[in-house]
């Protein structure tokens, strides 16, 4: 298999828009319109010029009929053209653009996605010293020529910075909307006012051949309406933060005509702006508007084909007998999944073939599934190496946040149209070859949820932070029963806290202790005895959030319910007998007039006529208690009564949107970080009574050590003035508030009237660190909770803990990679960290997967720390909003591209 593109002129017409490239189609550009007749007019506003000019290169790859002929043509007179080829590059017979040993071909594309607007070109690596221009078939002449010379631009800036070691960071400016680069620190350090992408520096090319022709000014502006050149000033300014103050409208636009200015000929950019016509610029926005609006409405529908295409290749994969040996296997089913798939540029496999690159992955990434959210970081900051749309070609408001939903369309409609084939299932364990036994040429082997093999030859782990981090009981226990829920195992402590683990017959385990349940229970055995694992206590939840205190509580009366032996007990857990037991109380908790029993708790739904279980999972008949087989119900009513299992357990972050709450629910959140500030967010409105809860944390010695708050918003060192006067009657209270002040205290989570740090959501929350030691259920299908003091109980319909996430729990990357030596991959020896790699470096961690505590521990125990401070200090070199999010789109994406476009995993089209 050969890793390098053959450098020849490539004369044919690709059969698909897919595999898209490492840098993305700039904004709007013409010159001459001879290719083709434009198609029937969209539904958008305006003439048939504005609509053109409107979409420029970014949306116009569909205006006229295929013509691979004519755009093969109009190529070559743009690679023929004086000056529209970067400085030192040349174009030899066969069409073939060259700088040393880096060759780029430029070829015809056949579009055909179902949205509504493509880019006219893409680019991609494939290889180390190779790329390709792709141009659509159905783009005008005019658009093919500005298209041909922003991406060759582009690409040329991406040599030119890998042939100085000088990569810098920085995502597109060029855009509409907010503006969050302006004296942003860069690496190497730049002078100008706004730091530019390669990207960008492919629109300011465009725009520059559109600003040397008197007969293509409206197409000019509509590229300058798309660099954010002329943006108009917004309805409302942004919300602005101390350290983080963001430009919109006219500032904005002049901080990005102050960088542009200087790389065109003088004056041609002032003439253009100062000419604009307000009559033209309004049409222009319209149209961009609605064309926007119109990608976002038919995105829907090409995300759903892909999904169907998924579930197919999953029903394939499930049937066969054996799984077979993968090229590449991507460990995750996220945008930094996504961005691994695009920027590896992998060829579509032959009919019924295994495709040479398939992700694996249970479901979509979490960022990307939070419906209708504000996500911390605007769409700018966002951008997808390998993408054809942006972030920004979705934003419903550029000025704003990017939403999830929108983000999750840029990534949903990448992946499809690159044709990315991710089988439907979760990964437990990633293992290095060593067994002669295993098939010829697999080199790692990956156990599969259902317990099947999958092997690969080369693995990318792109698998997030990792699961929810669970809470854990308090260390000192004693009188104190745990129950796995799925097992019916339970540990039980005696008076002076020893440990018995007993099986769901009762008897004690000596042998054999399932790992699982000695994952949920924090032991394992020694010489026949449980052991408690260290800096561990057992979970107060099982994965799926089900308490696991074996007891269900009658509020009225204070008696519980062990649901396995049903014995009783008090709330101080002195055993109660029966025969003193009210029948009231006793039918409760489950005990019918017969002497029966049934699990209390169980749930109706009057819209399918059965009443569900959340603590077995038991679907019963509402009007009969039959009992009823899930498998045998239809899929949207088991899909109804799965909703209504998972609304009656206790919930992690990122499973709750606005909408999963009811007016008037008992809420409480668990957790002080922004994860928490965002579930706080989802849950308040509707009447609801919140509750936010979060460790407590030492008082800041200074004032100065704790941060100002935004104008006018909340004052976290007024609080901090109230925490050190012990004459203050607020003076506890304050220093509770304090502890909520961490990484989450922002500009976004402070927005007025949406964050949870606005004073219209913080004043009504109460805020507490007393913090639950038991969880159980209630017959009133709520939750009880206990705090520090057993007698300081408490009852809630619904509980999100939000409190991390942790990669070394079962599912998360430093679980899978359990016993794998990793080793830092730098971006030049001795540069900056860019992901993780195996000896034989077959393996690698990308993304946020590869920047926890636990995965890095795997490289050295005694390296973690100081790789850490490498992490936070690439981290600061970021825009306000991802400054400080290791996670964080704007950080992870352009180190996975460049991985890609430099080690050799980029992958030949000619494999």
Known sequence: MSMRRPVRFSILTVSVWCCLGSVLAPPAVAVTRS??????????????????AAAGIDFGGKESTADPDGTRGAIARALRESGLLPSGWSVDAAGRVTRGDFAIDVEPVSVRSGLSYAPVATARFTGADSAVVQVSDRARADFVRLAVAAKLAELDRIVTEREAKARRDVTSALVEGLLTTKNMRTKPPGTEPVPLSPRDLGKVKALGLLTGSSDAKLDALGAAVAMGLLDPDPASPPHLFPGNEPLAGRAASAARADTVRGLLPTGSLDGLLDGASQEDLQQLRAVRGCQRDTLRDSATGVIAARARADKALTDKLDAARTLPVVNRVIVGGGWAATVDYLTLNPPAAPGGKVPPVLAVAAGPGMVTNLGDFRLTQPPMDMELPGAPFQPTDFARDPVDFSYSTDFGKAVGTAAALA?????????????QRGDAKWPDGAAYRLTLSSGRLLYARTVDVATGLGPARIPDAPRKLTDRTFFDPQTHYRLVFDHDGAPTVLDRDGNRVTDGLPDQVGWLFGVKLENGRPVRLPDRSPFLLDRSGRPTDPCVVDPQSGVCVDQDTRLLFDQDG?????DTVDPDTLSRLGFTPDGGFRSPGSIADPD??????PITGEIIRTATGEPVTPDLLPAETAEQLAALIRRHRVNYGGDNTSASYDPGDRVLVVGGGAGGASE?????????????????????ASESDVPQGPKDGLDPRGLWR?????????QEQAKVDLSFLGDGFNRRNTLPGVGAFSLEVWEPVTRTNDLPTRIRYTVLDQFQTTGTDPADRALYDRIVYTIGQEAADPGGAAALLSGVSLFPIPDQPGGELNGLTDADRGLRVLGAAGVTRSVLALTSPDGVDSLLAQIREQG??????????????????????????TTGAVMSRQM
């Open 35 to 52: 290719l083709a007749p434009a198609l029937a007019p969209g539904t958008c506003p305006g003439t048939p010029q504005v609509r053109h």
């Open 419 to 431: 044709g990315m084939p991710t089988y439907r299932t979760a990964i437990t364990k990633v293992e």
């Open 574 to 578: 002195r055993q109660v007998d029966r």
């Open 608 to 613: 399918t006529g059965y009443s569900v279980n």
């Open 680 to 700: 706080v967010e989802q849950a308040t409105g509707g009447r609801r009574q919140v509750t936010w809860g979060a460790k407590d944390r030492p008082l800041a």
């Open 722 to 730: 109230i925490a050190k006067d012990p004459a203050d009657p607020r």
């Open 876 to 901: 600061r070199a970021l825009p306000p909003d991802a400054r400080g999010i290791t996670p964080s789109i704007r950080y992870h994406a352009r180190r996975i591209a460049e991985l890609n476009r």
